[in-house]
């Protein structure tokens, strides 16, 4: 066997490709993160630089800015960051694909994907203006997009199109070497630009902005000096970003409760590491939050990924937690940092990309979702359960103050009895470990609900005593009847009025019916438990829907 020696050059790509890989991965939020992740990049960059020469400069000269200004008039965005610059090596890299060095700088990834050439379909010129400190040349690489896009083809390579002087130029200048900036300008003349429609719709190029790179916080939003700490604590750095001069900035409600900080840990093999750190808030009235940034958000090196909520649907491949109310992640507000080495994104920053440590992270991610959900549902819940009391402390305290009942007040003394009574029976039974927290169990333990379904109680044992009316045998009449019907009727349940023996539909008593079935299927499907979580979940979802 004889090897043969093989030179691969730039002759052997078609030029499609380029706009390939543009159109089909990058969108206009993934070319804006792009061209801001590598201005933010650069600032960083500028730091290293600066420590590792010793080099003393202006405090202002080191504010880490990037702005992005748009001209309607003239039909152009411009990106601009005083960073490190570029010189003539650095712009080289600039268009080369998956080469760099950033890595190695502190709060640096480098780049994703294709890099500068994600932008490539955003115009119909690249106009890059740049001078690197220390460099006493500054640069200005033109690039005729429309024109390169009209020749390539599957016949036309990359090389025959980056070497014709029609489609790319560079071109030199003097410099001050203490001057260090790039500005990116997008000349967008035509309707097929990518980034068309955001030259005259700022609040959507705004939104994009919002959503898809690293922003700061508005000063008066809520809880956000504890954000900050959490920033500072995890050497998280933010980017100040401005839109024609005008700082973009995240904003927290006021109607949220404090921050809660936590770790998501994965197992690997027999070591466990840490995946992310995140900080949470949820709203106080268990109600979707109004904010520019609401749900739980994933980022990495700083800059958000996908949509809020990701890894969240009901129903995704390959795991094993089941979501089963994602609507209420919306409840939510946060952020999770991905911190593990293995974490990292897809080429349209996106998504994370597929590993062992990505699915292991999924199922922890998932998880959180369905203890956050949980946490959601026992607060509506309990809601729920303390404005029923307060009505029922409010009808009795009416009931006292009468001389006599009608026989509606004897109809709503005895179903108020009924309520609390099934709800002191589920308080009596002993409390499984594993129970959820939304679970009426639980939840009618709590100290707030106890405290005021005890004051109710306290009230229908005066209104016996007043009214001369023994509720507890009423109901154990009216359980014996309900019995003896069942086997010989199929009729529907019915609360049998105490005086008149009139039947009145109770809601207390269907909620009453499905936890006794409820119980009847914990104890049937003991040993299927995958059945079981499926069945318990369609019941507990019914019980709130009900209760509302």
């Given at each position: 066997?004889?090897?043969?020696?093989?030179?691969?050059?730039?002759?052997?790509?078609?030029?499609?490709?380029?706009?390939?890989?543009?159109?089909?991965?990058?969108?206009?939020?993934?070319?804006?993160?792009?061209?801001?992740?590598?201005?933010?990049?650069?600032?960083?960059?500028?730091?290293?630089?600066?420590?590792n020469?010793?080099?003393?400069?202006?405090?202002?000269?080191?504010?880490?800015?990037?702005?992005?200004?748009?001209?309607?008039?003239?039909?152009?965005?411009?990106?601009?960051?005083?960073?490190?610059?570029?010189?003539?090596?650095?712009?080289?890299?600039?268009?080369?694909?998956?080469?760099?060095?950033?890595?190695?700088?502190?709060?640096?990834?480098?780049?994703?994907?294709?890099?500068?050439?994600?932008?490539?379909?955003?115009?119909?010129?690249?106009i890059?203006t740049?001078?690197?400190?220390?460099?006493?040349?500054?640069?200005?690489?033109?690039?005729?997009?429309?024109?390169?896009?009209?020749?390539?083809?599957?016949?036309?390579s990359?090389?025959?199109?980056?070497?014709?002087?029609?489609?790319?130029?560079?071109?030199?200048?003097?410099?001050?070497?203490?001057?260090?900036?790039?500005?990116?300008?997008?000349?967008?003349?035509?309707?097929?630009?990518?980034?068309?429609?955001?030259?005259?719709?700022h609040?959507?190029?705004?939104?994009?902005?919002?959503?898809?790179?690293?922003?700061?916080?508005?000063?008066?939003?809520?809880?956000?000096?504890?954000?900050?700490?959490?920033?500072?604590?995890?050497?998280?750095?933010?980017?100040?970003?401005?839109?024609?001069?005008?700082?973009?900035?995240?904003?927290?409600?006021?109607?949220?409760?404090?921050?809660?900080?936590?770790?998501?840990?994965?197992?690997?093999?027999?070591?466990?590491?840490?995946a992310?750190?995140?900080?949470y808030?949820?709203?106080?009235?268990?109600?979707?939050?109004?904010?520019?940034?609401?749900?739980?958000?994933?980022?990495?090196?700083?800059?958000?990924?996908?949509?809020?909520?990701?890894?969240?649907?009901?129903?995704?491949?390959?795991?094993?937690?089941?979501?089963?109310?994602?609507?209420?992640?919306?409840w939510?507000?946060?952020?999770?940092?991905?911190?593990?080495?293995?974490?990292?994104?897809?080429?349209?920053?996106?998504?994370?990309?597929?590993?062992?440590?990505f699915?292991?992270?999924?199922?922890?991610?998932?998880?959180?979702?369905?203890?956050?959900?949980?946490?959601?549902?026992?607060?509506?819940?309990?809601?729920?359960?303390?404005?029923?009391?307060?009505?029922?402390?409010?009808?009795?305290?009416?009931?006292?103050?009468?001389?006599?009942?009608?026989?509606?007040?004897?109809?709503i003394?005895?179903?108020?009895?009924?309520?609390?009574?099934n709800?002191?029976?589920?308080?009596?039974?002993?409390?499984?470990?594993?129970?959820?927290?939304?679970?009426?169990?639980?939840?009618?333990?709590?100290?707030?609900?106890?405290?005021?379904?005890?004051?109710?109680?306290?009230?229908?044992?005066?209104?016996?005593k007043?009214?001369?009316?023994?509720?507890?045998?009423?109901?154990?009449?009216?359980?014996?009847?309900?019995?003896?019907?069942?086997?010989?009727?199929?009729?529907?349940?019915?609360?049998?009025?105490?005086d008149?023996?009139?039947?009145?539909?109770?809601?207390?008593?269907v909620?009453?019916?499905?936890?006794?079935?409820?119980?009847?299927?914990?104890?049937?499907l003991?040993?299927?438990?995958?059945?079981?979580?499926?069945?318990?979940?369609?019941?507990?979802?019914?019980?709130?829907?009900?209760?509302?």
């Amino acid at each position: 066997m004889k090897d043969e020696k093989f030179e691969f050059t730039a002759d052997m790509i078609g030029s499609e490709i380029l706009e390939r890989f543009s159109t089909d991965i990058y969108t206009q939020k993934s070319i804006l993160r792009e061209l801001v992740k590598n201005a933010s990049d650069s600032f960083f960059e500028l730091l290293a630089h600066i420590e590792n020469y010793g080099i003393r400069m202006d405090g202002d000269t080191l504010e880490h800015v990037v702005d992005v200004d748009v001209n309607s008039s003239a039909g152009t965005i411009m990106v601009s960051d005083k960073g490190i610059g570029l010189d003539k090596p650095g712009i080289e890299k600039l268009l080369s694909i998956a080469l760099t060095d950033k890595r190695d700088v502190d709060n640096v990834a480098g780049h994703r994907g294709i890099g500068f050439w994600s932008a490539y379909t955003a115009g119909d010129e690249l106009i890059v203006t740049t001078s690197k400190i220390g460099s006493s040349r500054s640069f200005t690489l033109t690039l005729y997009t429309k024109t390169m896009r009209e020749l390539q083809g599957p016949g036309t390579s990359i090389a025959k199109i980056m070497n014709n002087p029609n489609c790319i130029r560079l071109q030199s200048s003097r410099a001050d070497s203490s001057s260090h900036y790039t500005k990116i300008l997008i000349s967008i003349g035509s309707k097929e630009s990518r980034l068309a429609d955001l030259v005259n719709n700022h609040d959507l190029l705004e939104k994009i902005l919002l959503e898809g790179c690293c922003v700061g916080f508005s000063k008066n939003s809520a809880n956000v000096k504890d954000i900050m700490e959490f920033y500072n604590s995890h050497n998280l750095k933010l980017c100040k970003l401005r839109l024609n001069g005008n700082e973009i900035s995240k904003h927290i409600p006021d109607n949220i409760g404090s921050i809660q900080i936590k770790s998501i840990h994965i197992q690997v093999g027999k070591e466990e590491q840490i995946a992310a750190w995140m900080w949470y808030s949820t709203h106080n009235d268990n109600a979707v939050i109004d904010s520019n940034i609401s749900g739980i958000r994933l980022f990495c090196d700083g800059f958000p990924l996908g949509s809020p909520n990701l890894y969240s649907s009901k129903k995704m491949i390959d795991t094993m937690v089941k979501v089963s109310r994602p609507d209420l992640l919306d409840w939510h507000i946060g952020e999770i940092h991905l911190i593990h080495e293995d974490l990292k994104t897809n080429a349209d920053g996106e998504s994370i990309r597929d590993s062992v440590t990505f699915k292991l992270f999924k199922e922890k991610l998932r998880a959180f979702y369905v203890n956050l959900i949980i946490i959601s549902q026992s607060k509506n819940i309990t809601k729920k359960t303390l404005r029923d009391y307060d009505k029922f402390i409010g009808d009795l305290s009416g009931f006292l103050a009468k001389n006599a009942l009608s026989e509606p007040d004897k109809q709503i003394l005895f179903a108020i009895s009924q309520e609390i009574e099934n709800h002191n029976k589920q308080v009596r039974g002993k409390l499984k470990s594993d129970i959820k927290e939304s679970s009426k169990s639980f939840i009618y333990r709590k100290d707030v609900v106890k405290t005021r379904r005890r004051a109710v109680s306290g009230l229908i044992s005066k209104a016996e005593k007043q009214f001369g009316i023994d509720l507890k045998a009423s109901t154990k009449t009216k359980n014996k009847s309900k019995t003896k019907k069942s086997s010989t009727s199929t009729e529907p349940d019915t609360t049998t009025n105490i005086d008149t023996g009139a039947d009145v539909f109770s809601k207390s008593l269907v909620i009453a019916t499905i936890d006794e079935l409820r119980d009847a299927i914990c104890e049937v499907l003991s040993e299927e438990p995958s059945y079981k979580e499926d069945i318990l979940t369609l019941i507990d979802e019914s019980l709130v829907r009900i209760q509302q």
